[in-house]
């Protein structure tokens, strides 16, 4: 229990960098009904670009925006494959993911790990920071985990603004009935690459954050992406759906789900002393039983009649 | 105001399946025509109406609207001219977005959009006071989600969408078959009195012959991807059931076809 409780704080920061991810795949995989297997390989893209260009001496925030925008460019060519050659969305994303495999190693000089060494730069944050906090040799707003708050909240609070205006409403029009949304003159395929670059972008960043966490971009850091997007989706729509009802606080569940996982995996891994080489196939159990409770519910508990509604 | 000339439209072309849909269609609609629509299965209606939207391609001819050729133009583009209201309740709302929202995106068609607001407190006046002409209470639930709403109130609702930025072309393909038939009168009432509040020009495609007769100027009746009949005025006016069945049965050179056409 003790090995747990020293691993929470890293399980929080860790959960909190993929749930901006995870808020990422919402867009596509909730508001657009696309399933975009792009993540996986735009992840990457963010921690290796961030990654270089912080070792050729650029600012650190530049390196951030360098890597939204490379994230987002991943999500365009997905959505060009999608819109304008007719692949289906899911094929779309594998070619695009495939593709980015030779592409990220390009970005890091061909070789499948690049180190970015914390003395050396301006990070925002560090896994080193935590126990730095912990000792007192930092102070407290230093803490990683606050880092990502911060940055989850000024993501939240944009797409709320975003989705509210009339851009950001045809996109969940073109997601909720397409065929409607073209009826009103909305341009679907327009609006689906615009998502898809969205989407990517904050992969990309969450990608950018994790390699400066972790002190640097690996060429597999994306495997399995879309799963723990996934599931931290569920996760917080199981957990939170009656509560969250307004846009926001939808978004602040999937963050909130990515943090519930991690905890979770953190859990499994401290109590049973598990070889860490089955994390995979843990990750993938956990998954499986979160998507099968709404399931479950459904179909074994009895359902409440719901009143006032005519039909 | 519409023009369709000779216009082709082929599915599945070069398979088994091949169906001509259309065999040079022609039709044209003057400025503020209530133009009823009738024929037996697989007609045509329902692909003239989705190639003059925009949905399919077609293969031949030429469609434009209050003289602007559309025919290449693409769906989205089209639908600054057309209101468009479908035979499925389910197929003309988002029903994961509210009745404020879904109005919001209607009222913006044809325009462009950027990052003003979605809607603003202005329009929830607006479309309050139009929601009450429909009489459904609906203006009281406008944050509802549209996926709450009965088959008649969507499809009410869709019909307020397509109208309330006032298009050059209403498009209805069989918009109350999917609804009780009281209800079903209620909606094409509102129907009636929108078209004709607006003096929209109007295609109404219906399988019920005495709404056929009852609404409208002009009655058009297609067979086999053409326009076999046409009648309009005081000639249209006195038509009775029986009539438009004879007329049909001699533009289409067949008494079987008569079975194709009953009543729906
Ligand atoms: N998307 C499509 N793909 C293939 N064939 C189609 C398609 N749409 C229509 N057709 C065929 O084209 C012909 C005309 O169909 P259409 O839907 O226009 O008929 P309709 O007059 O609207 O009939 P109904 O009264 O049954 O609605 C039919 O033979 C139909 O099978
Ligand atoms: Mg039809």
Same mark, same amino acid.
């Given at each position: 229990m003790a090995s747990f409780l020293n691993a929470l704080p890293g399980a929080v920061t860790q959960g909190l960098i993929w749930g901006i991810m995870a808020i990422g795949l919402f867009i596509t995989y909730k508001l657009l009904d696309l399933s975009d297997l792009t993540v996986d390989g735009s992840f990457c893209t963010g921690g290796a670009v961030c990654v270089m260009m912080m070792a050729a001496g650029f600012n650190v925030w530049i390196a951030l925006l360098a890597a939204v925008a490379a994230g987002m460019l991943a999500g365009l060519v997905t959505g060009f494959f999608h819109t304008k050659c007719g692949i289906p969305a899911i094929l779309a994303g594998i070619l695009t993911q495939l593709g980015l495999w030779s592409v990220n190693l390009a970005i890091m000089d061909m070789k499948a790990n690049q180190p970015l060494n914390v003395n050396k730069y301006n990070v925002v944050l560090s896994i080193r920071y935590l126990e730095e906090v912990q000792y007192g040799l930092r102070p407290i707003w230093e803490h990683p985990a606050l880092t990502v708050v911060l940055f989850t909240a000024v993501i939240i609070a944009i797409l709320y603004w975003f989705f509210g205006t009339e851009l950001g409403a045809s996109i969940r029009a073109t997601g909720a009935n397409s065929k409607m949304a073209r009826a009103q003159g909305i341009n679907t395929n327009f609006n689906k690459v615009l998502g898809l670059a969205i989407s990517n972008g904050l992969v990309a960043l969450s990608g950018a954050l994790l390699s400066q966490y972790q002190g640097f971009a690996e060429i597999n850091m994306g495997r399995?992406? &879309?799963?723990?997007?996934?599931?931290? &989706?569920?996760?917080?729509?199981?957990?939170?759906?009656?509560?969250?009802?307004?846009?926001?606080?939808r978004l602040l569940a999937v963050s909130l789900g990515a943090v519930i996982y991690y905890i979770v995996i953190q859990l499994v891994i401290s109590l049973l002393e598990i070889n860490t080489n089955y994390l995979k196939l843990i990750s993938a159990l956990i998954v499986a039983v979160f998507l099968a409770v709404p399931f479950w519910r459904k179909r074994y508990l009895p359902k409440k009649k719901k009143e006032g509604q005519h039909a | 105001? +519409?023009? =369709?000339?000779?216009?082709?439209?082929?599915?599945?072309? $070069?398979?088994?399946?091949?169906?001509?849909? +259309?065999?040079?269609? !022609?039709?044209?609609?003057?400025? $503020?025509?209530?133009?009823?629509? =009738?024929?037996? !299965? $697989?007609? $045509?209606?329902?692909?003239?109406?989705?190639?003059?939207?925009?949905?399919?391609?077609?293969?031949?001819?030429?469609?434009?609207?209050?003289?602007?050729?559309?025919?290449?133009?693409?769906?989205?583009?089209?639908?600054?001219?057309?209101? #468009?209201?479908?035979?499925?309740?389910?197929?003309?709302?988002?029903?994961?977005?509210? =009745?404020?929202? !879904?109005?919001? +995106?209607?009222? #913006?068609?044809?325009?462009? #959009?950027?990052? #003003?607001?979605?809607?603003?407190?202005?329009?929830?006046?607006?479309? %309050?006071?139009?929601?009450?002409?429909?009489?459904?209470?609906?203006?009281? *639930?406008?944050?509802?989600?549209?996926?709450?709403?009965?088959?008649?109130? *969507?499809?009410a609702l869709t019909l307020l969408m397509a109208t309330l930025q006032k298009p050059q072309l209403l498009l209805l393909d069989e918009h109350t078959a999917a609804l009780d038939p009281k209800t079903a009168a209620k909606v094409l009432e509102v129907t009636q009195k929108i078209v004709e509040q607006d003096h929209l020009t109007t295609l109404m495609i219906t399988h019920n012959m005495r709404d056929a007769i009852?609404?409208? !100027? %002009?009655?058009?009746?297609?067979?086999d991807g053409h326009v076999v009949v046409d009648v309009s005025g005081e000639e249209k006016k006195n038509l009775t059931v029986e009539q438009l069945l004879n007329l049909f049965s001699r533009a289409s050179g067949s008494d079987e076809v008569n079975d194709k056409l009953l009543l729906a």
């Open positions: 399995g992406a &879309i799963v723990i997007g996934l599931a931290s &989706i569920i996760i917080g729509e199981v957990t939170f759906g009656k509560l969250f009802r307004n846009f926001g606080l | 105001m +519409l023009d =369709i000339q000779n216009v082709f439209k082929t599915f599945n072309a $070069g398979t088994v399946n091949e169906k001509v849909a +259309l065999k040079g269609l !022609n039709l044209h609609l003057n400025e $503020g025509d209530f133009v009823t629509v =009738i024929g037996g !299965n $697989g007609a $045509g209606k329902s692909t003239m109406l989705n190639c003059v939207a925009g949905v399919y391609p077609v293969e031949e001819g030429t469609i434009s609207i209050g003289g602007v050729d559309v025919t290449g133009m693409p769906e989205h583009k089209r639908a600054q001219f057309i209101g #468009r209201v479908f035979q499925d309740p389910m197929m003309g709302t988002a029903a994961t977005m509210q =009745i404020e929202e !879904n109005l919001a +995106l209607a009222a #913006r068609r044809g325009k462009s #959009r950027f990052l #003003r607001s979605g809607i603003t407190k202005e329009e929830r006046e607006v479309y %309050r006071e139009e929601l009450k002409i429909l009489g459904l209470g609906l203006e009281d *639930r406008m944050t509802a989600k549209v996926g709450l709403l009965s088959g008649g109130q *969507r499809q009852a609404y409208g !100027n %002009r009655l058009v009746m297609m067979y």
